[in-house]
């Protein structure tokens, strides 16, 4: 675990740091956050990560203390001070000191950086399974703290041995909880949902990536055409190109890891390493 975050654009020890209990994102969960890798001491698509933290701070009336080159800056410090070559940095901006527990104050960045992630093999190998639930969160173009319903659905997807939950809104399929959706059509295309989602950087990537290989198409998604795939899977900054082989306890495809989850994995991981390689 690193030994120092960031407040605020200082460099302080993990375990001293800490906020006013008038914070509104201690009293009314307020805020916003966002979560990228870093790798050889670069933050990966660091310009994409920024505009939509930016972004999504703007949409929610709060102003980060740092610029975008400030912030940058303060990144790599934080990188070197924790002796970290490789890893996770988690950018949080609250809603600030508030004197009446309701308006918003002064907003705090801090800055995490967590161990690089590690998930089992198994996962990409064999595939998760995901159960779903009607629900269309309130903000979804931003990246809010707020994760209400994930977290108190955890008993029940762990109860159904899978990883998320998937949320549709009365039959149109959306998004994961912490992660973007993608279909292989009956007819071999790439469909993804085109709205009400947080449209994540990973999510763009793998359709960067998969342009010229196999059509690519954006819209309203429903449901029952994720029971008709060939394939599925889930898209995130930690879980990379993901399969799903189980929704609701029904086979996605033949139920196993299919050849174009296998191949878009790959390049985008090809993708992202040579990305590294380009800012160093």
Partial sequence: MASYCGLNGAILNQKEAGLGLTDLAILRGY???????FKYG??????????????????MHLKAPLSPGQLSRHLRELIAANGQSQGAIRLVLTG?????????GQANLIVLLHPYPQLPESFFQEGVALITHNFQREWPEVKSINYLTGIKLLPRIRQAGALEVLYHHDGILLESVRSNIFL?????????????????ITRRSVMD????????????????????????FITGTNKSVMPVVRVDGQAIGDGRVGPWSKKLKEDLERYREGYYHQQM
């Fill in 184 to 200: 292989i059509t009956e007819n071999g295309e790439l469909l993804t949902p085109h709205s009400n989602i947080l449209y994540g």
């Fill in 31 to 37: 805020g916003i956050f966002d979560y990228f890798l």
């Fill in 96 to 104: 600030g000191e508030s004197p009446d527990g309701y308006t918003p």
């Fill in 42 to 59: 670069q933050p990966l698509l660091e310009e994409q990560y920024f505009n939509r933290f930016f972004s999504s701070a703007e949409k």
């Fill in 209 to 232: 990536i998969a342009e010229g290989q196999l059509p690519i198409i954006e819209r309203e998604v429903r449901l029952e055409e994720l029971f008709r795939a060939r394939e599925a």
